[in-house]
């Protein structure tokens, strides 16, 4: 499952509040700060509408998609949430840094990471270009460790680490190599790291999310294709991002204490 916030080149590591703070954003005893990477479409921009809906402030990361991620924003403040967004391009070696900058700067210690951002490209791994390899490792797996390294030091104790994998990782499916080789790598750090912060009370835990139908997935797929994978399914369908942000909820609050080191594959039963 990739992400819908993708990074394909970049040149510089830039940080952007494209939403005004709000006053008292400060961090209360009942306010808990998460970011959400890659949160300006898909499933990230659910996941963040979903944790401010129970009074989470949320740093709607975003690598491009500017308009996107105001969109996001203001939605959520609309509502009566808190919500900014921050321009950070994790595939740079200073994103992750920028990012935790950011929100500080905004919110305050931050509680919550979620690593959704990530992007996918499709070939046997005989015709994959090593441009197109390197984007993958670039994002998805170097990015997201640059974010939990930082989130070691910088999150509170107790806080939540919710990482992203897919369930092309057990369902090895030509042309998904390279994609799934940058997932499994999420997955056993995921593990480690979930070792390693016990003493913090910080849980580590990852979502592999089966296809869901977004536009980034939907888009260059033939209605053949798409009814081939929703066949896959025993449900019939494709997921939503519906289906997969309950699911991070609960990892994120504070009744998931005892869930630690796990792999949610989150794709009703194709695996």
């Known amino acids: 499952m990739m992400s819908d916030d993708t990074v394909l080149f970049s040149e510089s590591v830039c940080i952007v509040f494209s939403s005004p703070l709000m006053e008292g ?19 990230g921009a659910q996941l963040a509408k979903s944790l401010a809906e129970d009074g989470v402030r949320v740093v709607v990361n975003y690598a491009q998609h500017a308009a996107k991620a105001d969109e996001v924003v203001d939605r959520i403040n609309s509502a009566g949430g808190h919500a900014i967004a921050l321009q950070a391009d994790l595939s740079e070696r200073g994103g992750a840094v920028a990012l935790f ?37 670039n994002l998805n797996l170097s990015g997201s460790f640059r974010t939990m390294r930082e989130a070691t030091k910088r999150l509170t104790e107790g806080g939540r680490i919710i990482n992203f994998s897919s369930s092309v990782v057990g369902l090895y499916q030509p042309a998904y190599g390279s994609y799934a080789a940058t997932k499994a790598g999420i997955e056993a750090m995921t593990k480690v790291l979930a070792k390693e912060l016990g003493p913090k009370r910080i849980t ?11 536009a980034l997935f939907m888009a260059g797929k033939s209605e053949e294709l798409i009814a081939r994978i929703k066949g896959m399914n025993p449900f019939g369908r494709l997921g939503e991002p519906e289906d997969i942000a309950p699911i991070v909820r609960f990892l994120a609050s504070d009744e998931s204490g005892w869930i630690n080191g796990q792999i949610i594959r989150a794709n009703g039963g194709v695996i």
Do not use: C, W, Y
């Open 25 to 43: 954003t400060m961090k209360t005893n009942h306010s808990k700060v998460a970011i959400v990477t890659g949160a300006s479409r898909g499933i």
């Open 101 to 137: 900058d950011g929100a500080e700067q905004a919110f305050g210690p931050v509680d919550i990471l979620i690593n959704n951002a990530g992007i996918m490209h499709l070939s046997p791994v005989a015709d994959t270009a090593d441009d197109a390899f390197e984007q993958m490792l």
């Open 204 to 214: 580590v835990n990852a979502i592999a999310p089966g296809p869901v139908a977004t």
